[in-house]
């Protein structure tokens, strides 16, 4: 029987950690450094960071653990792939050079120019005054980028030229972000969704389409955030959709990479624009999206283990997802997230729940009396299922509605779009 260790502490990891447990090969699942939330589903925590890839590797090795699976994007970035491949360990996620693909822009909008992949027109700027000079030639809305992981919120989009300027001046100016360098990209306008699929060079499994919310507020309103709720499969989008998406998005993409000598292997996703013109990529990340791996992921039928046991030995299994259900999850997150987060507000409420709903927990720690409370943005993302959207929407927030949550909040138009 094996043991798996995952890298990460928020409610996709939780999720990631929950599927694994449900293969018949695997008998222990830890999450380094995980949250106690997760204790509840038979998932170990460990108390190590996960930039600490020594203490990482040196626990692996010990409790014998044979795939580890890396949740966040940091920790790639940090080249802890590479880190755990030399030390002669299994690891699914992508190298320290593939994953730049998330972590700078404007690579990954080299790569897709290279790529041949539709997404929207850009220029970068590494001064203020070329940017602001740029301005002149340019249509509004318009999109402005950090350079550089920023947790989705280094992304503004200025009405006027005004709004440029100034968010200019904050990130070339000020150095919000710690950027040195950003984007300037045409506006798209259409729905946002998201394909992630598990990639090992040729071989590319497609999960089903999911949608996130980024904004806070209800009707994509106020600041972006990490995701506030997402749903999967889309309905409105046809299951054709998913596969002309890996052909124009995924696999162009991994063939540039390799003309650059870099295979992929991990989950790559690609955030797109359904645009009047067909899909666009706005972004790929190198891992799983979260909140869209709390409802993609439980919809895998088959062996979670044994699909990236298999994708790492160039031999991935049969893979099947189901396909009677729209997966619903939404994020309950503290009162004045983003901006702010409160910590010590008690989670009773989320202690029994209807059958068919699931709790992943992210933001979270244990009180003195060992009761879940509150640690953080995004304390948790409550999934549940139906027949359809409209019916997984009514089951979900009349619960949520019923429960007299204080001091947190969540989006009451999750799914909404599906409709
Ligand atoms: P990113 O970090 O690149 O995913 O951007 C964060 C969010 O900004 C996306 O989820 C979109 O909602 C929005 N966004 C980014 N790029 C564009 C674009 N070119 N056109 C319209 N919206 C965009
Ligand atoms: N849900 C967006 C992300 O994971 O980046």
């Not at 999450?31 to 600490?52: F, H, Q």
């Not at 709004?163 to 200019?168: E, G």
């Not at 009349?398 to 204080?406: A, D, F, G, T, Y």
């Amino acid at each position: 029987m094996a043991k798996v260790l995952v890298i990460g502490q928020g409610a996709r990891e939780h999720a990631i950690g929950r599927q694994l447990l449900l293969s018949e090969q695997v008998e222990e699942v830890y999450c380094a450094p995980g949250n106690p939330g997760m204790l509840r589903s038979g998932i170990k925590t460990v108390p190590i960071k996960e930039l600490n890839f020594e203490k990482l590797v040196e626990f692996a090795r010990k409790q014998a653990v044979s795939l580890t699976v890396v949740g966040p994007e940091l920790p790639l970035q940090q080249g802890i792939v590479d880190y755990f491949n030399a030390a002669g360990l299994t690891i699914f996620g992508p190298s320290q050079a593939a994953a730049k693909l998330e972590s700078s822009k404007q690579f990954a909008k080299k790569v897709m120019q290279e790529a041949g992949v539709p997404t929207a027109r850009y220029a970068s700027f590494q001064d203020e005054s070329s940017a602001i000079q740029a301005l002149s030639k340019v249509s509004y809305p318009v999109v402005i980028k950090a350079d550089g992981l920023a947790a989705g919120k280094g992304v503004a989009i200025a009405k006027n030229q005004s709004d440029a300027v100034a968010i200019i001046h904050q990130l070339l100016g000020e150095h919000q972000f710690n950027t040195t360098s950003i984007v300037i990209e045409e506006y798209l306008e259409g729905q946002e969704f998201s394909l992630m699929a598990f990639v090992n060079g040729d071989q590319i499994i497609p999960m089903p389409l999911s949608q996130d919310h980024k904004a806070a507020y209800d009707g994509d309103r106020g600041p972006n955030t990490g995701g506030m709720g997402a749903y999967s499969p889309l309905p409105q989008f046809s299951t054709e959709l998913g596969k002309r998406c890996v052909d124009a998005v995924v696999r162009p993409v991994i063939h540039a990479l390799r003309q650059r000598d870099i295979s992929f292997c991990g989950v790559l996703y690609a955030g797109l624009i359904m645009t009047k013109t067909g899909p666009k990529a706005i972004e790929y990340n190198v891992r799983f999206g979260d909140p869209e791996t709390e409802v993609v992921l439980p919809q895998l039928q088959s062996d979670f283990y044994e699909l990236i046991l298999g994708l790492l030995d160039q031999q991935p299994p049969q893979v099947k997802w189901q396909n009677n259900d729209i997966y619903l999850g939404v994020v309950v997150s503290s009162e004045n997230y983003p901006q702010s987060s409160a910590a010590g507000i008690r989670l009773s409420s989320f202690n029994s729940v209807p059958a068919d709903f699931t709790i992943n927990y992210a933001g979270v720690a244990q009180d003195s009396k060992n009761e879940l409370v509150s640690n953080g943005g995004r304390i948790l993302c409550a999934t549940t299922k139906a027949s359809n959207i409209t019916q997984a929407r009514t089951i979900l927030y009349s619960w949520l509605n019923q429960q007299k949550l204080v001091g947190m909040r969540y989006r009451n138009d999750i799914g909404k779009r599906g409709e």
